[in-house]
């Protein structure tokens, strides 16, 4: 992390967008004074406890163009470490399912990725076929001229 003075490394970076308007999710830190211990506690604050995400549109354009919202970063650790706890879990108690559930997603993907192939495959082999007429025409006309004078 150039450019920056907090030691903490920002895992989620490049990773969140705003659910309103797609953006991504800019990394934000909170300035607690001159001191990283709170006042109140005594305890001294983690990097991770004071980094916020924030909507890039709403940053930058203001509240006509997206809803103000902020992420908190040890919000959204927790929320991640659950669900991951959550499917490790699941894939310990009864595997078969989870593997079932596993390879019907991956299939799936492989399936939608292969239908995109497919349809970029036609699209070329079509714009091909259409350059190639064009050429053969241009070669035809040049004959012709040519035969003619």
């Given at each position: 992390?150039?450019?920056?003075?907090?030691p903490?490394?920002?895992?989620?970076?490049?990773?969140?967008?705003?659910a309103?308007?797609?953006?991504?999710?800019q990394?934000?830190?909170?300035?607690?004074?001159?001191?990283?211990?709170?006042?109140?506690?005594g305890?001294?604050?983690?990097?991770?406890?004071?980094?916020?995400?924030?909507?890039?549109?709403?940053?930058?354009?203001?509240?006509?163009?997206?809803?103000?919202?902020k992420?908190?970063?040890?919000?959204?650790?927790?929320?991640?470490?659950?669900?991951?706890?959550?499917?490790?879990?699941?894939?310990?108690?009864?595997?078969?399912?989870?593997?079932?559930?596993?390879?019907?997603r991956?299939?799936?993907?492989?399936?939608?990725?292969?239908?995109?192939?497919?349809?970029?495959?036609?699209?070329?082999?079509?714009?091909?076929?259409?350059?190639?007429?064009?050429?053969?025409?241009?070669?035809?006309?040049?004959?012709?001229?040519?035969?003619?004078?």
């Amino acid at each position: 992390m150039q450019g920056n003075n907090c030691p903490f490394y920002n895992i989620f970076h490049g990773i969140i967008y705003c659910a309103t308007c797609g953006k991504s999710m800019q990394v934000r830190y909170k300035k607690f004074g001159r001191t990283d211990k709170d006042r109140r506690t005594g305890k001294e604050r983690v990097p991770i406890d004071k980094a916020y995400y924030i909507c890039q549109t709403y940053n930058r354009l203001g509240k006509n163009a997206c809803t103000s919202h902020k992420i908190e970063e040890r919000d959204l650790y927790n929320l991640v470490l659950a669900d991951i706890q959550e499917a490790a879990a699941m894939a310990l108690k009864d595997r078969e399912v989870f593997y079932g559930r596993l390879s019907r997603r991956m299939e799936k993907q492989y399936l939608a990725d292969t239908d995109s192939l497919k349809r970029e495959y036609k699209s070329l082999a079509r714009r091909n076929q259409e350059i190639d007429d064009t050429f053969m025409q241009t070669r035809q006309r040049r004959y012709l001229l040519k035969s003619v004078y």
